[in-house]
């Protein structure tokens, strides 16, 4: 009886402290205020849209222009087959020609692959010129410019500059005295990236900052030696196996991780280059 009681007491001191909270409330008015804010809520509230049934257009869907371009009817065979393979004539053991308006198109007919019965160096790939020449002519701008950045160049040049196997910059060299680079003279090698002695392929082409930094060489060095061997080279002829190609796209073919920018790391355990570093670790000297 005595539980029974006390929970009648507690409900009756609730009911009257409801009753005594809502007298207070409606005394300042609040009663009145929060049904109006529902009023105004319920009011505002946006209608609801009829559901209706959407009817999906058919027809073609908006498609890259290059790509447009490749099954129009009115192209020739030159430029669909350009515009599917987006790749360098160089790369792809075509001729660049340029006209003087500045366009390039393919030729298949001639090879220029060779110059005095020789296989042409790398750093001075064939560019054939047609008409005047005009559009290869460098600015005063561009011609300072271009000489800011002596290791890699400043001026980035698709028709002219020549891609360095590691970074993959396409960019007329900083060296002052190129005659390729500074007056874009096609006839001319590129003295500021070299060019294997054996292979004469892109796999040799180094600019002056990545034969620095990843094979710790000088670019006056390797232009006095005329027998000069890129990594992929002398690693094939047996010369030091562990001596390879540390650029990332090489890495990758070895099933190993690119070693990023490894130059504080082999400076910091007094390696010479990134090179220096990657074969002692193939050697098993440094784990890592």
Same mark, same amino acid.
């Given at each position: 009886?005595?539980?029974?009681?006390?929970? $009648?007491?507690?409900?009756?001191?609730?009911?009257?402290?409801?009753?005594?909270?809502?007298?207070?409330?409606?005394? $300042?008015?609040?009663?009145?205020?929060?049904?109006?804010?529902?009023?105004?809520?319920?009011?505002?509230?946006?209608?609801?849209?009829?559901? #209706?049934?959407?009817?999906?257009?058919?027809? =073609?869907?908006?498609?890259?222009?290059?790509?447009?371009?490749?099954? =129009? @009817?009115?192209? #020739?065979?030159?430029?669909?087959?350009?515009?599917?393979?987006?790749?360098?004539?160089?790369?792809? @053991?075509?001729?660049?020609?340029?006209?003087?308006?500045?366009?390039?198109?393919?030729?298949?007919?001639?090879?220029?692959?060779?110059?005095?019965?020789?296989?042409?160096?790398?750093?001075?790939?064939?560019?054939?010129?047609?008409? @005047?020449?005009?559009?290869?002519?460098? =600015?005063?701008?561009?011609?300072?410019?271009?000489?800011?950045?002596?290791?890699?160049?400043?001026?980035?040049?698709?028709?002219?500059?020549?891609?360095?196997?590691?970074?993959?910059?396409?960019?007329?060299?900083?060296?002052?005295?190129?005659?390729?680079?500074?007056?874009?003279?096609?006839?001319?090698?590129?003295?500021?990236?070299?060019?294997?002695?054996?292979?004469?392929?892109?796999?040799?082409?180094?600019?002056?900052?990545?034969?620095?930094?990843?094979?710790?060489?000088?670019?006056?060095?390797?232009?006095?030696?005329?027998?000069?061997?890129?990594?992929?080279?002398?690693?094939?002829?047996?010369?030091?196996?562990?001596?390879?190609?540390?650029?990332?796209?090489?890495?990758?073919?070895?099933?190993?991780?690119?070693?990023?920018?490894?130059?504080? #790391?082999?400076?910091?355990?007094?390696?010479?280059?990134?090179?220096?570093?990657?074969?002692?670790?193939?050697?098993?000297?440094?784990?890592?």
């Amino acid at each position: 009886m005595g539980r029974f009681s006390a929970k $009648i007491d507690y409900e009756d001191l609730r009911n009257a402290r409801i009753l005594e909270n809502q007298a207070r409330l409606k005394t $300042i008015g609040l009663q009145k205020t929060i049904s109006e804010l529902r009023s105004i809520v319920s009011s505002s509230k946006p209608a609801k849209r009829p559901w #209706t049934k959407k009817v999906y257009d058919l027809s =073609s869907l908006r498609r890259s222009r290059r790509l447009k371009r490749s099954s =129009s @009817s009115d192209l #020739t065979p030159i430029q669909i087959q350009s515009s599917l393979r987006r790749r360098s004539s160089r790369l792809s @053991s075509d001729i660049i020609q340029l006209d003087s308006a500045g366009e390039l198109f393919d030729d298949e007919s001639e090879d220029e692959r060779t110059v005095g019965g020789k296989i042409r160096p790398a750093n001075m790939p064939w560019v054939k010129i047609k008409g @005047s020449g005009a559009a290869l002519q460098l =600015s005063p701008e561009a011609s300072a410019l271009r000489c800011s950045s002596r290791g890699r160049g400043g001026v980035y040049n698709s028709v002219v500059g020549i891609c360095c196997h590691f970074c993959r910059q396409k960019k007329l060299c900083g060296e002052e005295d190129c005659k390729r680079c500074g007056n874009l003279d096609v006839d001319e090698p590129c003295i500021g990236k070299t060019d294997c002695s054996v292979c004469h392929s892109s796999n040799g082409v180094l600019c002056r900052a990545c034969l620095k930094v990843r094979y710790g060489e000088e670019m006056e060095e390797v232009r006095e030696n005329k027998e000069w061997m890129c990594p992929h080279c002398i690693e094939e002829k047996g010369i030091n196996q562990y001596w390879i190609c540390n650029s990332s796209i090489c890495l990758k073919r070895r099933k190993m991780a690119p070693t990023g920018i490894a130059i504080y #790391t082999a400076k910091e355990l007094g390696y010479k280059s990134v090179a220096h570093l990657v074969m002692d670790k193939l050697k098993g000297t440094i784990k890592g």
